[in-house]
Nanobody, 121 residues
Framework: QVQLVESGGGLVQAGGSLRLSCAAS????????MGWYRQAPGKQRELVAT???????NTADSVKGRFTISRDNAKNAAYLQMNRLKSEDTAVYYC???????????????WGQGTQVNVSS
């Protein structure tokens, strides 16, 4: 079994900051890319940022310069530092990881349960 558990969501005023954490646990041989996605009410899930095992990042234009993704390979963890939050950042934030469970397995996508971020204007 593989689990991704997010934490760090909550309520914050516009202009404030939050730091999300994602920890992968269970039967894990290797993790490739990790990422953060978000889904606002009535909207499709969208990419926020991704980071490869070699720490190459990709960030959505809507959050570039405000959000920073990072990763700790030793802890199988990823983080999302969110600064200068806006009301339009309100959404459920999901962690995603591409994981191989054993050296014989292929890569599979795993998702966390999501953490709510509410930004009040």
């Amino acid at each position: 079994q593989v689990q991704l558990v997010e934490s760090g969501g909550g309520l914050v005023q516009a202009g404030g900051s939050l730091r999300l954490s994602c920890a992968a646990s269970g039967s894990i041989f290797s993790i490739n890319a990790m990422g953060w996605y978000r889904q606002a009410p009535g909207k499709q899930r969208e990419l926020v940022a991704t980071i490869t095992s070699s720490l190459r990042t990709n960030t959505a234009d809507s959050v570039k310069g405000r959000f920073t993704i990072s990763r700790d390979n030793a802890k199988n963890a990823a983080y999302l530092q969110m600064n200068r939050l806006k009301s339009e950042d309100t959404a459920v934030y999901y962690c995603n990881a591409e994981i191989r469970r054993t050296r014989l397995d292929g890569w599979s996508d795993y998702w966390g349960q999501g953490t709510q971020v509410n930004v009040s204007s």
